[in-house]
């Protein structure tokens, strides 16, 4: 297989593949060339992509079951894959992985709604993109049109699109104007406090969302509400973290003050949002009073022992970004209060009760309980214990020289690493010769009566481009 790889694509190979006695380098090109190839003539629908497909690809999902007309936003679906595609042209130069980059940010083009964000899904077939309010289609302002920051779906869109439009040299009016229009929408989308919703599709009014600090509610309900919560100051599934990065990578690329002022504001809701004694620690969400909130009926008002981490890191990353002490002001506390509330076995719980910290945890039939017995299995209430790492990035950039805070990490140099080399074998040998890297693995939305056992990965696809692609860009060098 390998060899026949290698002799099939002799062409498409530069000439600095055939310095030396090493195949590896013309194979990686080799195999990278023919899976994308694979994935563009075969497995995208206008440009976009799912999650999983049959090996047949008679079947196929996202987060659901999904048709050969849909496309997936949220990771690993369309802007992951054009960003394993835009790694593979800066890793090679090859303009046909730019081409691909191209195409797949034009389904995202056509995927923006009115609010500016995306949803879980594209719908490319004519009729039923009536049912949304696509910014390409005559602005259908009765469609569905609500934007979701949940599950990194919009921010993720929007990272690949700005990505691609700084090595397009901001050329290309169609993407260009999509990431101008995402970035501003988002803006708008930020409340007064400096948080994001979980999902919008109308911008808020400033006045009707007074700036509060984080408090416990008198009292809060021990069953789930089944209230819409889209709305509430949210930080779970890194929310507001992937919004910072965003903005950051906006003012980075575009040098408008407009995007590192909204991250500032990110941080200082989080300097809002931290607890007041005895639990100076984060929520999963926040109602507009500033308390914790119910979100999904396994998501209860509580301190978390996961969202807790994301706000430390986001904190120290605004500091690294701003050098404003401000930011490193709540993070003590909360790793003072972390070291207090360890499970029995080192790890923590994902919810803790207001003001008593005892652990929380939910029945199979979704009823609050202090036991750990009868827990759904679909979910996280315990987390990794990550505070030990939090406090040691602490305690170094509190000694950084401030010039240094924001020190780009530096590009390997010399040959590729070991890994790499691995990495980069194990994806040439794992190809088939119709380019794709099949597994054996389910669909998980399909119902009962499916019968697949072998199934094309868009998170395995990325995960061996760039794979390739790195152990290229290292073997140019």
Not at 215 to 234: E, L
Not at 289 to 296: F, G, I, K, L, V
Request: glycine share 8%.
């Amino acid at each position: 297989m390998t060899r026949l790889l290698s002799v099939a694509f002799m062409v498409a190979v530069p000439a600095w593949a055939f310095c030396g006695g090493d195949p590896l380098p013309k194979q990686a090109e080799a195999a990278l060339r023919k899976a994308a190839a694979f994935f563009r003539t075969k497995i995208a629908t206008e440009g976009g992509y799912l999650w999983r497909y049959s090996e047949d690809l008679s079947r196929r999902e996202g987060e659901g079951k999904a048709t050969a007309t849909m496309a997936w936003v949220q990771p690993p679906g369309t802007p992951s894959v054009g960003g394993a595609f835009l790694q593979a042209y800066l890793a090679t130069r090859d303009p046909y992985y730019l081409d691909a980059a191209k195409e797949t940010a034009l389904a995202l083009v056509r995927g923006q709604l009115l609010s500016g964000g995306w949803d879980y899904r594209i719908e490319f077939d004519p009729a039923k993109r009536k049912a949304s309010a696509y910014r390409s289609d005559g602005n259908n302002a009765k469609g569905k049109n609500v934007s979701t920051l949940d599950d990194n779906n919009t921010q993720e869109a929007v990272r690949f699109l700005i990505k691609l439009d700084k090595v397009l040299g901001f050329k290309d009016g169609r993407i260009h104007d999509a990431v101008n229009y995402a970035l501003t929408c988002l803006l708008k989308a930020q409340y007064p406090n400096g948080a994001w919703p979980q999902r919008y599709a109308e911008f808020p009014d400033p006045s009707k969302f007074p700036v509060k600090k984080a408090g416990y509610p008198q009292n809060w309900s021990r069953t789930w509400p089944a209230k819409n919560y889209m709305g509430f100051y949210t930080l779970n599934d890194n929310t507001l973290a992937d919004m910072v990065d965003i903005m950051f990578l906006a003012h980075e690329v575009y040098g408008d003050a407009r995007y590192q002022n909204a991250a500032r504001k990110g941080g200082a809701f989080l300097i809002l949002a931290q607890m007041p004694e005895p639990q100076p620690a984060w929520a999963q969400q926040y109602d507009l009073d500033m308390h914790p909130a119910w979100a999904r009926k396994f998501e209860p008002p509580a301190v978390t022992g996961g969202e807790s981490h994301g706000a430390m890191r986001t904190l120290l990353r605004i500091y690294r970004e701003t050098g404003d002490q401000k930011y490193l002001e709540p993070i003590p506390r909360a790793l003072t209060y972390f070291k207090k509330v360890p499970l029995a076995d080192g790890r923590l719980a994902r919810f803790y009760e207001l003001q008593t910290s005892k652990p929380l945890y939910f029945t199979k039939d979704y009823k609050l309980t202090y036991s750990d017995a009868d827990m759904p299995t679909h979910y996280g209430f315990k987390v990794g214990n990550g505070m030990d790492k939090i406090a040691k990035e602490y305690e170094t950039v509190l000694k950084l020289d401030p010039a240094k805070l924001n020190a780009k990490p530096k590009q390997q140099k010399g040959p590729p690493s070991e890994a790499a080399i691995a990495n980069a074998k194990k994806a040439v040998a794992t190809l088939d010769e119709q380019g794709r890297w099949v597994e054996d693995g389910r669909l998980r939305y399909q119902g009962d009566d499916d019968t697949t056992k072998r199934i094309i990965s868009c998170q395995t696809f990325i995960q061996n481009v760039q794979a390739l692609s790195s152990y290229l860009a290292a073997a140019k060098k």
